[in-house]
C-alpha cells in the first residue's frame, strides 16, 4: 500500500504541476495563478501521516522550483510547501476534518506558503519581488487556491485515505 501511495502522490504531484504550468498561465490574474501542487500537498497533509505530507511538501516544491520557467532561486518553493504541509498536518487531530476546516486550511496554508516564497524573494533581492506588490500576489494566490479547493481536494483526500485506511482521519 505505501508503494501504491507514493505512485499516487508522485502521480498527482507531476500532474499538478503539468497543469499548473501549461494551462493555469492563459487564466492567469497579473501572472498569478492557482497552486494545484499546493492542493495536493494540503490534501495529503489533511489524510495520511505527517511526516510523509512533509517529505510530499518538499519534493513538490522543489519540481516548482526545478520546472520551467522557474527563474527563481531553488529552494524557495520547497522551504514554502514543507511549511504549508506542517501548517495543514497540524490541522488534523485524529478526526475528520470539516469542510470549513479544509477550506479555512487552504486559505491559510496558500497564505503562508506564498507569503514565505514572496518574503524570500524580497530577502533573496529577486528583482521581480517587491514590498509593494506583495499583499496583491497573496491575496490573489488564496482566492485562486480556495476556489479551486472544492473540486480538487475531495477526490485527493478520498484517494489518499483509501490508500491509507490506518493513518486516515476517521
Known sequence: MKGLRLLLA??????ALVVQVTLFPHVAWHGIVPNLCLLVVVAAALTVEAPFALVLGF??????DLAPPADHVAGRWALAM???AFLAARVRQDQ???ALAVVGTVAAASFVATSVFALSGVLLQDPDMSVAGLLEVVLVA???DVLLTPFVLPP??????RLSPQWAAS
Open 96 to 98: 475528520k476534518p470539516t
Open 142 to 144: 488564496v482566492v485562486w
Open 59 to 64: 519534493a513538490a516544491g522543489l519540481t516548482l
Open 10 to 15: 508522485v502521480t498527482a504531484v507531476v500532474v
Open 82 to 84: 514543507t511549511i504549508a
Open 156 to 161: 485527493l483526500m478520498k484517494l489518499f485515505a
